[in-house]
């Protein structure tokens, strides 16, 4: 896995950009994944290639996109750590928090980050749509990423609240997400965003190609969003 990393990091034009030991950590983590996966659902994808290609480069390919230098993120639905763990490895003076309603996994990323000696990283034990409501989360972070299959117009709802004004709502999509994204326009903007860029790339040594949807934050979020989960999911924005 290091050196399929590697060689995928060189492509993206992140080597000299990155720590020299992210690959090694990143494959290391990786090894971790499998292994746990095996005894708890965290991926699908259980061969050593897939997780260096589908999950670390696609995660690090938002490097790209966005300068991570001294900000703050909150990976909203983190599950396995996706992108969050990844982008932590790459940049480590990023602050991440990691937001999961299962504590399970997030017990099992706290215990990675100590095997993998990771600092500035916190776990979130909560349903997405509550500690948007709370002070020091609400209207707080620099970027909030999510890697979800969730509908855009709920994402965002789930999403922006998170962000601070300048912030970045970082949307991890698939390349047929151009009706999503249309039909998203009125939660993107009554949420106080706009949508500054959609990138799509190809994850190295694949023929994928993913997409990212930049949403820039312009205002604070309406008192009211995001809505009980209830709501959201019965009438999406």
Request: glycine content about 8%; hydrophobic content about 45%.
């Amino acid at each position: 896995m290091e050196e399929i990393i590697s060689a995928g990091l060189e492509e993206l034009g992140l080597t000299g950009r990155v720590p020299e030991d992210a690959p090694a950590q990143l494959a290391q983590y990786g090894r971790m994944l499998l292994e746990k996966n095996q005894v708890m659902n965290l991926t699908a994808i259980q061969e050593p290639e897939g997780v260096a290609r589908l999950h670390m480069l696609d995660c690090a390919a938002l490097l790209k996109f966005c300068d991570f230098e001294n900000k703050t993120l909150i990976d909203v639905g983190t599950g396995a750590g996706f992108p969050g763990m990844v982008l932590k490895m790459l940049v480590p003076s990023l602050e991440v928090t990691l937001l999961d309603s299962l504590n399970k996994r997030l017990d099992w990323l706290l215990e990675t980050c100590g095997t993998l000696s990771l600092q500035g990283i916190r776990t979130l034990h909560a349903r997405a749509e509550e500690p948007a409501q709370v002070k020091g989360f609400r209207d707080s972070f620099d970027f909030a990423a999510a890697r979800a299959v969730a509908d855009l117009r709920v994402l965002c709802e789930l999403c922006l609240p998170y962000v601070k004004v300048g912030g970045q709502f970082l949307a991890m999509k698939s390349t047929n997400s151009d009706r999503e994204l249309e039909e998203a326009a009125h939660a993107i903007k009554l949420l106080g965003g706009r949508v500054r860029g959609v990138h799509d790339y190809t994850i190295p040594g694949t023929d994928v190609t993913h997409r990212l949807i930049l949403i820039e934050k312009l205002a604070p979020t309406l008192k009211g969003y995001p809505r009980r989960w209830a709501k959201i999911q019965k009438e999406p924005l």
